[in-house]
């Protein structure tokens, strides 16, 4: 992967470290309670949901219980069952396997025991059309959204109007049994609400908000959710009953991935400027905005040790033409745009699920030499911006970021090393 370049090769040490400590199988057990006596039912959603199942049985032993997770994503388990379903836009298979997972816990009484394990990709995964919507309405809703550039808690807002699981609405199906919902944060600020739309939280939100999402972000709606829209979408207030005996917690988020990267890069003699782990905007304009960072750090920079430019927190694409890429390969190639050639500065940019947007590929990674090897190879970078073709574009040069499915879910990661 670092072609014998060490600084390549010290960018994906730290990614790779702010991978492994949200890894589930080391963070999960120290969470867990006992095993309770009774009947205990595990449920959950997210890409990292397998991994925390397969976490809770390494501890527990086996259990009864059914996870969905992405495609790929999936672990071996001993009593739960893991399916496999359609993640960003949601499928057939994500929506039959979370009626059954409502059904089961529809079954459960007062002195029964459901712990919930969440994680971002959720939203998709758990998938059940509220009464009048059919799949295809949410698919559609959910693909306008995503190509409209729409910060996340906007995107999963309208979710959880059109959804009879997310809001609350999967911890308000198993009352009145004992709930404990255990967290991997991959939004902003990590608040439970928006995390995979938030199925064990109660939600204050409305429909005439999400209508006016949709309005603003420019998505027509299929008649059949303007029409729910307009009826109101039903919430699960966070003060109903149902939720008593629901305790939500955070037990990874990308705060403690980036401090993790950032103590790693110091103790190998690295100045470490971190912009925070909630950064959120177009790929593009942020990328612009950290260039200017780093060509000032450069230019004006007393120390003479290395310095890296740390950050996390979730990117949007706009789409404006029908390439291949995502948030951190867009990201990456917009960055080198506006260094031009640099010297001295490297940069990766992934997300630590290892799939950015719905392409199969991390991220990328950039060198000074990034655009002169590319126009020497006949391509035209900023042509690929346009395109929203940052995928393929760093796949011709070599620079694509491929980890496979990481099992954990907490954000993008930046680093920009400057020397």
């Given at each position: 992967?670092?072609?014998g370049?060490?600084d390549f090769?010290?960018?994906?040490r730290?990614?790779?470290?702010a991978v492994?400590v949200?890894?589930?199988?080391?963070?999960?057990?120290?969470?867990?309670?006992?095993?309770?006596?009774?009947?205990?039912?595990?449920?959950?959603a997210?890409?990292?949901s397998?991994?925390m199942a397969?976490a809770?049985e390494a501890a527990?032993?086996?259990?009864?219980?059914l996870?969905?997770?992405?495609?790929?994503?999936?672990r071996?388990?001993?009593g739960?069952e893991?399916?496999?379903?359609?993640?960003?836009?949601?499928?057939?298979?994500g929506v039959?396997?979370?009626?059954?997972?409502?059904?089961?816990?529809?079954?459960?009484?007062?002195?029964?025991?459901?712990?919930?394990?969440?994680?971002?990709?959720?939203?998709?995964?758990?998938?059940?059309?509220?009464?009048g919507l059919?799949l295809?309405d949410?698919?559609?809703?959910?693909?306008d959204?995503?190509?409209?550039?729409?910060?996340?808690?906007?995107?999963?807002?309208?979710?959880?109007?059109?959804?009879?699981?997310?809001?609350?609405?999967?911890?308000?199906?198993?009352?009145?049994?004992?709930m404990?919902?255990?967290?991997i944060?991959?939004?902003?600020?990590?608040?439970p609400?928006d995390i995979?739309?938030g199925?064990?939280?109660?939600?204050?939100?409305?429909a005439?908000?999400?209508?006016r999402v949709?309005?603003?972000?420019?998505?027509t709606?299929?008649?059949?959710?303007?029409?729910?829209?307009a009826?109101?979408?039903?919430?699960?207030?966070?003060?109903?009953?149902r939720?008593?005996?629901v305790e939500?917690t955070?037990?990874?988020?990308?705060a403690?991935?980036?401090?993790?990267?950032a103590d790693?890069?110091?103790?190998?003699g690295?100045?470490?400027?971190?912009?925070?782990?909630?950064?959120?905007?177009?790929?593009?304009?942020?990328a612009?905005?950290?260039?200017?960072?780093?060509?000032a750090a450069?230019r004006?920079?007393?120390?003479?040790?290395?310095?890296?430019?740390?950050s996390?927190?979730e990117?949007t694409?706009?789409?404006r033409?029908?390439?291949?890429?995502?948030?951190?390969?867009?990201y990456?190639?917009?960055?080198a745009?506006?260094?031009?050639g640099?010297?001295?500065?490297?940069?990766?940019?992934?997300?630590?699920?290892g799939?950015?947007?719905?392409?199969?590929?991390?991220?990328?990674?950039?060198?000074?030499?990034t655009?002169?090897r590319?126009?020497?190879a006949g391509?035209d970078p900023?042509?690929?911006?346009?395109?929203?073709?940052?995928?393929?574009?760093?796949a011709?040069?070599?620079?694509?970021?491929?980890?496979g499915?990481?099992?954990?879910?907490?954000?993008?990661?930046?680093?920009?090393?400057?020397r």
């Amino acid at each position: 992967m670092d072609d014998g370049n060490p600084d390549f090769a010290l960018l994906r040490r730290l990614f790779d470290r702010a991978v492994a400590v949200a890894d589930p199988m080391r963070i999960l057990s120290g969470h867990l309670p006992a095993k309770p006596p009774g009947r205990v039912v595990v449920i959950g959603a997210g890409k990292a949901s397998a991994r925390m199942a397969e976490a809770v049985e390494a501890a527990w032993g086996p259990c009864e219980g059914l996870v969905i997770t992405r495609y790929g994503h999936g672990r071996p388990c001993q009593g739960i069952e893991i399916v496999e379903a359609g993640h960003p836009v949601p499928d057939a298979a994500g929506v039959a396997a979370t009626r059954r997972m409502l059904d089961l816990v529809a079954g459960l009484g007062p002195d029964d025991f459901a712990l919930a394990l969440i994680s971002g990709g959720g939203s998709a995964l758990l998938c059940a059309p509220a009464a009048g919507l059919t799949l295809a309405d949410k698919q559609a809703v959910a693909q306008d959204l995503l190509a409209s550039g729409a910060p996340i808690s906007e995107v999963n807002g309208v979710r959880k109007q059109l959804s009879a699981v997310k809001g609350g609405r999967l911890a308000a199906a198993a009352h009145p049994a004992r709930m404990l919902a255990l967290m991997i944060s991959d939004v902003p600020g990590d608040a439970p609400g928006d995390i995979a739309s938030g199925p064990t939280v109660g939600d204050a939100g409305d429909a005439e908000r999400a209508a006016r999402v949709l309005a603003h972000r420019g998505v027509t709606p299929p008649p059949a959710v303007a029409a729910h829209l307009a009826r109101g979408g039903a919430p699960v207030p966070p003060e109903d009953p149902r939720l008593a005996r629901v305790e939500n917690t955070v037990i990874a988020a990308p705060a403690q991935s980036l401090a993790a990267a950032a103590d790693l890069a110091r103790s190998e003699g690295i100045e470490v400027r971190h912009l925070g782990d909630a950064i959120e905007g177009e790929a593009r304009r942020v990328a612009a905005d950290h260039a200017a960072l780093a060509l000032a750090a450069r230019r004006d920079r007393a120390s003479a040790r290395p310095l890296l430019i740390l950050s996390g927190g979730e990117l949007t694409v706009t789409r404006r033409g029908n390439g291949c890429g995502g948030p951190n390969a867009e990201y990456c190639l917009a960055l080198a745009l506006a260094l031009q050639g640099a010297p001295g500065i490297h940069a990766l940019a992934c997300d630590t699920d290892g799939v950015d947007g719905a392409a199969e590929v991390a991220g990328a990674r950039i060198a000074p030499d990034t655009l002169e090897r590319a126009r020497a190879a006949g391509l035209d970078p900023a042509a690929a911006l346009a395109r929203n073709d940052a995928h393929r574009f760093f796949a011709a040069l070599g620079d694509q970021v491929v980890t496979g499915p990481t099992l954990t879910n907490v954000n993008d990661f930046r680093a920009l090393l400057i020397r």
